[in-house]
Every structure is written in C-alpha cells, then in structure tokens.
Antibody
Framework: QVQLQQSGPGLVKPSQTLSLTCGIS??????????WNWIRQSPSRGLEWLGR?????????EYALSFKSRITINPDTSKNQFSLHLNSVTPDDAAVYYC?????????????WGQGTLVTVSS | EIVLTQSPGTLSLSPGERATLSCRAS???????LAWYQQRPGQAPRLLIY???SRATGIPDRFSGSGSGTDFTLIINRLEPEDSAVYYC??????FGGGTKVEIK
C-alpha cells in the first residue's frame, strides 16, 4: 500500500522560501508510470495544482504557469522522496499543501495523497 | 491554460435521490485525462473517477462518470449520508474545477 508522508514547517516568514518534503513508501520516486505532484488548497483559491516531477528515462519537471518563476520540485532518489520549494512567499501563499501521486494508469489522476500541511505565512 | 467550470455550486438532495454534477472545460479535454474527486471536511481529496468514466479502486458503482470534449458529468445514484462532500473535476493531472458541494438533507 502506497503512503505519502509530508514534513516541513507550518510557519514561513514573508519573502522567505516555503520548503516541504513528501516521503514515499510502497512505491519509488523513480517509477516510470508515476508522477509526483504538489497541490495546495485555500478557501479563496480552492484546489491549485502547483507542479510535478516524474521520470521517463530522464527527469522532467512541469509547473503551473502562475508559479513557474518561483517554484522548484525535485526528486531525491536516495531518500525516496520529493520536495517543494516556493520562493518569495506572501500571505497569499497560506494554504494547506498536499503531495500526491498520479499514475499513467489513471490518466495522471491522483490516487494517493499526503496528509496535508497547513502553512501560515506570517512574520 | 484550460479552465474547468463546475455547476451547480451546491446541490441539496435527500437520501436515495440522484445527484448530477457538471464540469465544463474552456477547451477540449482528452477524456483519458479527466478525473473526479470527493473531498469530505478535514480530509484530502479521494479519487473517484479517472479517464472520464472508470471508477477508481474501491469506489462503489453508485458513482459513474461520462462525457467528452468539453462537457463531463458525474452522477451519484441512491445518495447516502456519507456522500455529503465537495466534488471536484480535474484535467490532465493538473488544474481543478471550483467544486460542487453536495448536501444530504
């Protein structure tokens, strides 16, 4: 059974970098049939897909246009996890952040989610 | 960027009734990449339907999806109290619709 375990701070100062990690058990970040995603959810913006990383003989990274200038999602094969780094945060970036697995089998639909991390942006 | 618009915003129905939820895309979406999720309060979303019409593992057959092009539908038959949730559509493993809240009277 696949499980995703999120870790990282719940409080980030304005203008700093939000960093979260998603540990994977029951699958590998290098799975050629999976994509590893970050999503966030806030009352004002609903569910927002931030981006994904996946391996198809080489690594690919895809980001939502709104975040492209300040986001990085990276795999860590040695620890079987992937990370989110969002730069220059503002109070608008406060949200619950989720990691999730998408499968080629499910048309990239997210069949497994992390537990969510509530991130507050405040000095 | 494809925008997904869901309607209605809220559905209030009684147990045993049928719920019909709509998801309309601003451009043609491949059916292969259209998914539906259920989100109960305090929980992460749960995959219900992928490929527009295939039920995910463990999803009862009361849930069915259909549609193509720009118009997709999720139907929930024989509503049960546990179906009270917000339902989202998603395209291409990326953008989500705004959600439809289903309330069971």
């Amino acid at each position: 059974q696949v499980q995703l375990q999120q870790s990282g701070p719940g409080l980030v100062k304005p203008s700093q970098t939000l960093s979260l990690t998603c540990g994977i058990s029951g699958d590998t970040v290098s799975n050629d049939n999976a994509a590893w995603n970050w999503i966030r959810q806030s009352p004002s913006r609903g569910l927002e897909w931030l981006g994904r990383t996946y391996s198809r003989s080489q690594w690919y990274h895809e980001y939502a246009l709104s975040f492209k200038s300040r986001i990085t999602i990276n795999p860590d094969t040695s620890k079987n996890q992937f990370s989110l780094h969002l730069n220059s945060v503002t109070p608008d970036d406060a949200a619950v952040y989720y990691c999730a697995r998408g499968l080629v089998l499910t048309g990239l639909g997210f069949d497994c989610w992390g537990q969510g991390t509530l991130v507050t942006v405040s000095s | 960027e494809i925008v997904l618009t869901q309607s209605p915003g809220t559905l209030s129905l009684s147990p045993g009734e049928r719920a019909t939820l709509s998801c309309r895309a601003s451009q043609i979406v491949s059916s292969k990449y259209l998914a539906w999720y259920q989100q109960r309060p305090g929980q992460a979303p749960r995959l219900l339907i992928y490929g527009a019409s295939s039920r995910a593992t463990g999803i009862p057959d009361r849930f069915s999806g259909s549609g193509s092009g720009t118009d997709f539908t999720l139907i929930i038959n024989r509503l049960e109290p546990e179906d009270s949730a917000v339902y989202y559509c998603q395209q291409d493993g990326s953008s989500f619709g705004g959600g439809t809240k289903v309330e069971i009277k």
